[in-house]
């Protein structure tokens, strides 16, 4: 099993969503967020401001990049373009990222250290 899996099977991270909850529990469970056991609802709109800040952080680390990109369905879906030829496909309202012919990645560290790697090969 994946890092993931191992971690949402023991209950220390959330099965939908995968955000770290805290403990194992030896049981999947969700987080607050996703509606989890003994959660409180959250407020109407909660999910809507969580993607709009998303989308909002990511267009500022996109900018500061300078990397070529494409936009697609109003921002939803950006692909960016590496200088070596390479595909990124980002989809920045759920932080999920995939390099074409991979897997789908939600470390938003990794992707940062691809197109810094690419962006200035010498470090």
């Known amino acids: 099993m994946s890092f993931y899996e191992d971690n949402v099977a023991d209950g220390s991270h959330c099965m939908n969503c995968c955000e770290f909850i805290g ?3 030896a049981y999947p469970r969700t987080c607050r ?3 989890g056991e003994g959660s409180e609802p959250n407020e109407p709109g909660h999910k809507k401001r969580v993607k709009a800040e998303a989308m909002a952080q990511f267009d ?3 900018s500061r990049t300078g990397i070529a990109h494409k936009k697609h369905n109003n921002g939803f879906h950006v692909v960016l373009m590496l200088p070596d030829g390479r595909y990124i496909d980002v989809w920045p309202s759920t932080k999920k990222w995939q390099l074409r012919g991979d ?3 939600r470390n938003g560290k990794a992707l940062h250290e691809l197109v810094l790697k690419q ?5």
Not at 119 to 123: F, G, M, Y
């Open 23 to 25: 403990d194992d529990v």
């Open 119 to 123: 962006l200035r090969p010498w470090s």
């Open 103 to 105: 897997r789908i990645s």
């Open 60 to 62: 500022g680390w996109l």
């Open 33 to 35: 967020n996703c509606d």
